[in-house]
């Protein structure tokens, strides 16, 4: 439930905020109440909660804890949802059971049969998936942008159509790094009483803290930088005080829930969000300097790279605090010597999935959704020389010697 607007910084908020000890046999930490229901004292109690939970929106400000069924809030969600609405500078935060839950249970609650939905691309596989499948077969008109198209051109494309209902943009997106200005996007969808939604995994609020540049909502796959671990799944939603609250009702209907124990996790993750997210970064700009220079590797996008005078490097200036932690390289030549690469590494693991405190590296060419075709892949720089590489917290020179090593053998 909502917790009252953060007063110190994040930094300070997130070892504490939405754990109050002395409701809790004074833990110093949250407990973990593994329970699908909670005992109401009394029928009117029960009848209290109810009322609250699906009555009008804010009716659960009041501090009584009123907790009915955990698939519609527990003890456990509040600390992480406090916490990152403290990270995000948001009013309130809302977690589920995975990014593409909090993506959906979003979609859901702003969406109607008939309206139009911009979306950037690239943009995460499973998100343009839901976008030109589930979400068009119940009648949402999608349409993909790129970063080359301006928003001048965006807005002369969109005369006469009244019915933008959502901007939906992923920046800097998966898996290439692309940069799309927040604050001329959310000019945009402001002209058109449309709402900006901006997916913030690859940078995590310790870097990008797109409510302050206009988003009115800022979601993550909390899988990733906010757990940190590679030991949960979740997502998580933060904005205004009502939208989030409409879109946890969403949740309550539908169970994008997350369990305690996910709920737990994540709100202890948050407490080391800087320090992770820091070494991280810090290991990826080495890094990327690194493979900038090797003979064997044709181009790398990391932000810490990027010119004045190149496409992205006036949006990073504004809007990014830093360059985060993910590169995406292309090495000469193409599948096999990408399979040869990744079958050499021995510290900097094959898998999917990003954000953790070990590197992981793929090859989003052939580890992606069978969705996207070919020409599309190659149209939005995903070629089959590219590998996504998610810099962890291991020693820098420990990961350059396995790069170094792994690209010998192509
Ligand atoms: N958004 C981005 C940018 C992602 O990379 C991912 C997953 O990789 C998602 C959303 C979906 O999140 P999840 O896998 O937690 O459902």
Same mark, same amino acid.
């Given at each position: 439930?909502?917790?009252?607007?953060?007063?110190?910084?994040?930094?300070?908020?997130?070892?504490?905020?939405?754990?109050?000890?002395?409701?809790?046999?004074?833990?110093?930490?949250?407990?973990?109440?593994?329970?699908?229901?909670?005992?109401?004292?009394?029928?009117?109690?029960?009848?209290?909660?109810?009322?609250?939970?699906?009555?009008?929106?804010?009716?659960?400000?009041?501090?009584?804890?009123?907790?009915?069924?955990?698939?519609?809030?527990?003890?456990?969600?509040?600390?992480?949802?406090?916490?990152?609405?403290?990270?995000?500078?948001?009013?309130?935060?809302?977690?589920?059971?995975?990014?593409?839950?909090?993506?959906?249970?979003?979609?859901?609650?702003?969406?109607?049969?008939?309206?139009?939905?911009?979306?950037?691309?690239?943009?995460?596989?499973?998100?343009?998936?839901?976008?030109?499948?589930?979400?068009?077969?119940?009648?949402?008109?999608?349409?993909?942008?790129?970063?080359?198209?301006?928003?001048?051109?965006?807005?002369?494309?969109?005369?006469?159509?009244?019915?933008?209902?959502?901007?939906?943009?992923?920046?800097?997106?998966?898996?290439?790094?692309?940069?799309?200005?927040?604050?001329?996007?959310?000019?945009?969808?402001?002209?058109?009483?449309?709402?900006?939604?901006?997916?913030?995994?690859?940078?995590?609020?310790?870097?990008?803290?797109?409510?302050?540049?206009?988003?009115?909502?800022?979601?993550?796959?909390?899988?990733?930088?906010?757990?940190?671990?590679?030991?949960?799944?979740?997502?998580?939603?933060?904005?205004?005080?009502?939208?989030?609250?409409?879109?946890?009702?969403?949740?309550?209907?539908?169970?994008?829930?997350?369990?305690? /124990?996910?709920?737990?996790?994540?709100?202890? /993750?948050?407490?080391?969000?800087?320090?992770?997210?820091?070494?991280?970064? /810090?290991?990826?700009?080495?890094?990327?300097?690194?493979?900038?220079?090797?003979?064997?590797?044709?181009?790398?996008?990391?932000?810490?790279?990027?010119?004045?005078?190149?496409?992205?490097?006036?949006?990073?200036?504004?809007?990014?605090?830093?360059?985060?932690?993910?590169?995406?390289?292309?090495?000469?030549?193409?599948?096999?010597?990408?399979?040869?690469?990744?079958?050499?590494?021995?510290?900097?693991?094959?898998?999917?999935?990003?954000?953790?405190?070990?590197?992981?590296?793929?090859?989003?060419?052939?580890?992606?959704?069978?969705?996207?075709?070919?020409?599309?892949?190659?149209?939005?720089?995903?070629?089959?020389?590219?590998?996504?590489?998610?810099?962890?917290?291991?020693?820098?020179?420990?990961?350059?010697?396995?790069?170094?090593?792994?690209? /010998?053998?192509?």
């Amino acid at each position: 439930m909502p917790e009252e607007k953060h007063r110190h910084e994040p930094d300070t908020e997130s070892v504490t905020l939405g754990h109050d000890a002395a409701r809790h046999l004074g833990s110093l930490k949250p407990p973990i109440y593994e329970t699908s229901t909670f005992v109401f004292e009394t029928a009117e109690d029960g009848k209290r909660f109810f009322e609250r939970a699906y009555g009008p929106a804010g009716q659960g400000d009041d501090g009584e804890i009123g907790y009915i069924y955990s698939r519609l809030d527990s003890p456990n969600l509040a600390p992480a949802e406090a916490r990152l609405a403290a990270w995000e500078d948001a009013e309130d935060a809302a977690i589920f059971a995975s990014g593409m839950g909090a993506i959906t249970t979003m979609l859901l609650t702003f969406l109607r049969p008939g309206d139009l939905v911009l979306y950037s691309i690239p943009t995460y596989g499973g998100t343009s998936t839901l976008m030109k499948g589930l979400l068009s077969d119940f009648g949402v008109v999608t349409r993909p942008f790129a970063s080359t198209v301006s928003i001048d051109d965006l807005d002369s494309d969109l005369a006469g159509e009244d019915d933008l209902a959502m901007i939906y943009v992923e920046t800097p997106a998966n898996p290439t790094n692309e940069l799309f200005d927040i604050a001329m996007t959310a000019e945009l969808a402001d002209r058109h009483g449309a709402l900006l939604v901006v997916d913030n995994t690859f940078l995590s609020p310790v870097w990008q803290k797109p409510l302050v540049h206009g988003a009115d909502l800022s979601l993550h796959s909390a899988t990733k930088y906010l757990g940190g671990h590679s030991d949960l799944t979740a997502g998580a939603v933060c904005g205004g005080r009502d939208d989030i609250e409409r879109i946890r009702r969403t949740r309550y209907e539908i169970g994008t829930t997350p369990s305690p /124990s996910t709920g737990w996790l994540l709100g202890r /993750s948050l407490e080391t969000l800087r320090l992770r997210v820091t070494q991280q970064t /810090s290991n990826a700009t080495r890094i990327a300097a690194f493979l900038n220079e090797h003979e064997k590797v044709r181009k790398v996008n990391h932000l810490s790279l990027l010119e004045p005078g190149e496409p992205g490097y006036e949006i990073y200036k504004r809007q990014c605090l830093g360059p985060g932690a993910m590169i995406a390289f292309e090495i000469m030549g193409g599948e096999p010597e990408c399979f040869d690469f990744l079958d050499a590494m021995k510290v900097i693991r094959l898998a999917t999935s990003l954000g953790g405190t070990e590197s992981l590296a793929s090859h989003p060419w052939t580890m992606s959704p069978p969705t996207v075709p070919d020409a599309e892949k190659r149209s939005i720089g995903v070629t089959p020389g590219l590998i996504r590489l998610s810099v962890g917290i291991e020693d820098p020179a420990d990961l350059i010697i396995d790069l170094d090593r792994a690209l /010998s053998v192509v």
